[in-house]
């Protein structure tokens, strides 16, 4: 049995339709797509969707109160709520420099939460 999806690209800025046909949970076709970064993406998507995660965390002894953080990597879409609250209670020690790591290996994901931005010590 097949079964059709349709999508909007994500993976570059044209933002392609795309139609995902599936036979079981296997991905039989996908069309729509101009670049090939459309048809990886719409093939992740509807086999094992993941997103980076983009959140803040206060900063204790900071010239700002808190510094915007994202994942090193896409973590599961099922687990990006997950992560958010995990990171709603962190809290870093100023100074931070970008790139730093705020959480190591967030919910066993395997995908490290950085510091994308400097805040030093008030």
Known sequence: ????????????PMGCRLTVTMKGKSVA???GNTCRR??????REVTAPARVLTTTV???GGVRPRVPVKTAG???????LSCARALASAE?????RAGDIVCRDILGT?????????????
């Open 1 to 12: 049995m097949s079964e059709t999806r349709i999508l909007t690209c994500i993976g570059c």
């Open 29 to 31: 076709a996908v069309t």
């Open 38 to 43: 459309g048809e990886n993406y719409a093939r």
């Open 58 to 60: 206060p900063v204790a």
């Open 74 to 80: 896409e973590v599961p879409k099922a687990m990006v």
């Open 92 to 96: 870093v020690t100023a100074p931070v």
């Open 110 to 122: 395997g995908v490290d939460v950085i510091a994308v931005r400097d805040t030093p010590e008030a």
